[in-house]
Structure formats: structure tokens, C-alpha cells
């Protein structure tokens, strides 16, 4: 489904209407962290207004957990009882993609050894024309287990799309994620840490 899909924001069709987004447009998501991603938005109709619905592996890249979206000054919005990260929606115009490196991360390839393009990487963008951010994971679900990627490199700007004339780089050893799982996920527990920005007051803008 889109929102098991690492490229994919879901928003309700009302929302996307005030924000002038169509079925498809490019969005850059960013926190407030000074972390953004490139996103291809999705209508769904039952995502609630003010929120936007996205996969574990874009909440990792955000580093956020609840998504609650800025509203305009002229908005209100209900306040919810659990706690959301704010972040905010901009239309964005990729450039095509000529060149991207991206490598595994050692732990979901453990024991595992061939070509990274054939076994995993082909499948995952080939036709797929998916939005990519330099710096960001993703993970791709192939002979049965989760192999997460980091994106290393992308020319010629750092949030593209990936296309079929894209040159796709995976040569090289694998990372030790062991700092990118302690930079992203919380104290044993699955979740991220809570920092005290997610606390702090509603902005009001776009």
C-alpha cells in the first residue's frame, strides 16, 4: 500500500486542495531538526486533515514520530492529546536525477553476499521514478529480509528523482549503522527520543 511506501505522504484530498498539491507533486517535508526529505504526496481519505501519514522508514529520515501539519495563519486546528511533531509542506520541483551512490548498512545484510543492484536495488527503482535525498535510508523487502540503504551521493542536486537513465552506484563495503540506529531510534524501545522542540508552541505558517 502507499503508506508501507518510503516514497509516499499521504494527506487528505482537502488539505492537498488548500495547499494547491495534486495527485503526484513533489513535497519537501521538513522538521525541525533541519531535517527534510523529498516525498511524492498521495491523497487518502482517511488521514485527518491536519496530519500527515507516513511510513516508519520517512519518520526515521525526519526523526520524528507523529506528524501534525502546519497550519496558515488563518487556520485553527485541534490540539492533540498525544504528542506530534511539527513539520511543514513545500512544493518542490526535483531535478532529474544523472548520478546517486548509496550502500548498505552491514546489520540487515549480515551473512548476505552478491551484486546489492541485482538482489535488491534494481527492483526498487527500475520504472519507479521514486524521490531521493542525500543522507536518507530506505529499505527494500527482498529474499526475505528488510535490507536498509543509505543514500550517499546524488547529482545533480541533493533531493532528486530517480529515472530510468539515472546511473545507479552501489559499489563498495558496507556501513556500520550501529551510530545511525543510536542517531535515530530511542532507548531500546523502537521509538525516538523526545526532544524538547517537540514540546514547544504551534507555528503558523506553511
Known amino acids: ?16 486542495d488548500e495547499l494547491n498539491l495534486f495527485r503526484g507533486d513533489h513535497v519537501i517535508l521538513r522538521g525541525k531538526r533541519r531535517k527534510d526529505t523529498l516525498l511524492v504526496v498521495l491523497p ?20 520524528v514520530r507523529y506528524l501534525q501539519l502546519l497550519l496558515p ?11 506530534s ?9 526535483a531535478a532529474t536525477g544523472t548520478f546517486i551512490k548509496v550502500l548498505p548498512l552491514s546489520s540487515s545484510l549480515e551473512g548476505l553476499t552478491g551484486d546489492w543492484f541485482l538482489l ?9 521514478y521514486r524521490p531521493l535525498r542525500k543522507g536518507d535510508t530506505f529499505v ?7 535490507a ?21 552506484d552501489c559499489e563498495g563495503d558496507p556501513i556500520n549503522d550501529e551510530e545511525e540506529r543510536e542517531d535515530e531510534e530511542g532507548e531500546g524501545d523502537g521509538h525516538f527520543r523526545v526532544w524538547f522542540d517537540d514540546i514547544g508552541g504551534y507555528n503558523e505558517q506553511i
Do not use: G
Open 85 to 93: 511533531d511539527l513539520v511543514t509542506v513545500q512544493l518542490h520541483h
Open 44 to 63: 487518502d481519505i482517511e488521514c485527518h486533515p491536519n496530519s500527515i501519514r507516513i511510513n516508519r522508514v520517512v519518520r526515521n529520515n525526519l526523526q
Open 148 to 168: 536498509r540503504f543509505k543514500v550517499i551521493e546524488t547529482r545533480p542536486a541533493d533531493s532528486i528523482i530517480v529515472e530510468s537513465n539515472t546511473i545507479i
Open 73 to 83: 495563519k488563518k487556520s485553527t486546528h485541534t490540539k492533540y492529546q498525544r504528542l
Open 120 to 128: 535488491f536495488l534494481r527492483t526498487y527503482f527500475v520504472e519507479q
Open 1 to 16: 500500500s502507499s503508506l508501507n511506501d518510503n516514497s509516499s505522504a499521504l494527506m487528505h484530498p482537502s488539505r492537498m
Open 140 to 146: 527494500v523487502h527482498a529474499h526475505m529480509r528488510d
